[in-house]
């Protein structure tokens, strides 16, 4: 069983920059692909990042490649979520989540997930 929690959220404004952390315990951190998700008030949750469990297969959500880097740190059992030039779009709560094996996008495809921490963007 792995726990996953989320911290660095907070008031940014636009185009500043933001890094989001996720701690993992109770596991083999390095078995388990780490994404991102976001879900904004009256959204869907959505994907945002995945990193492979070795860290070498990184994939983005159109609407954030260019901008987010995904990065984890399997000695610290660490993820990361590097958000530059925040969009007001961007504000949700985001949350970090863990499966055993490949990365995917899909939501369902996660079993470990933490409580969110939210990300404000003023205009």
């Known amino acids: 069983q792995v726990r996953v929690v989320e911290s660095g959220g907070g008031l940014v404004q636009a ?3 933001l890094r989001l952390s996720c701690a993992a315990s109770g596991g083999t951190f390095s078995r388990y692909a780490m994404a991102w998700f976001r879900q904004a008030p009256g959204k869907e ?21 260019g901008r987010f880097s995904i990065a984890r740190d ?21 949350y970090c989540a ?3 094996g490949t990365p995917t996008v899909r939501l369902e495809g996660y079993d470990f997930w933490g409580r969110g921490t939210q990300v404000t963007v003023s205009s």
């Open 15 to 17: 185009g500043g920059s």
């Open 45 to 65: 949750r959505e994907y945002v990042a995945v990193i492979s469990w070795s860290g070498l297969i990184q994939d983005y959500a159109d609407s954030v490649k």
């Open 74 to 94: 399997n000695v610290k059992n660490m993820a990361y979520l590097q958000m530059n030039s925040l969009k007001p779009e961007d504000a949700a709560v985001y």
């Open 98 to 100: 863990a499966r055993q």
